[in-house]
Nanobody, 131 residues
Framework: QVQVTESGGGSVPAGGSLTLSCAISGRTFNSYAAGWFRQAPGKEREFVAAVAWNAGTTYYTNSVKDRFTISRDNAKNTVYLQMNSLKPEDTALYYC????????????????????????WGQGTQVTVSS
């Protein structure tokens, strides 16, 4: 079994910063990709960012580019989402998701930005940005 646990959410004023963490435990992967998704009340879950098996390949939705940074620490089996210049529209429940990958196989953003790609999900961490 794989456990995915998010942390780091909270309430901040607009313009503030937060760093979310996603700890992956249980069965280990040789390679994996991780994505961050978010869901605001009354809205569908949307893609935020993803990092592929090789940490240098990252993808972002347009609304967070230049403000959010996804990274990973393979030694700690942890994925991070650094969020700067937060806006009220960033308010949502943020989910981390993980899928096993084959090292050396490169995929497009169209693979990583779909919730159905991922096999393991956390329970989410709330981010609230006040105006």
């Amino acid at each position: 079994q794989v456990q995915v646990t998010e942390s780091g959410g909270g309430s901040v004023p607009a313009g503030g910063s937060l760093t979310l963490s996603c700890a992956i435990s249980g069965r280990t992967f040789n390679s994996y990709a991780a994505g961050w998704f978010r869901q605001a009340p009354g809205k569908e879950r949307e893609f935020v960012a993803a990092v592929a098996w090789n940490a240098g390949t990252t993808y972002y939705t347009n609304s967070v580019k230049d403000r959010f940074t996804i990274s990973r620490d393979n030694a700690k089996n942890t994925v991070y989402l650094q969020m700067n210049s937060l806006k009220p529209e960033d308010t949502a429940l943020y989910y981390c998701a993980v899928v096993a990958e084959v090292a050396g196989v490169y995929r497009s953003v169209g693979y990583y930005n779909k919730p159905g790609t991922y096999d393991y999900w956390g329970q989410g961490t709330q981010v609230t940005v006040s105006s």
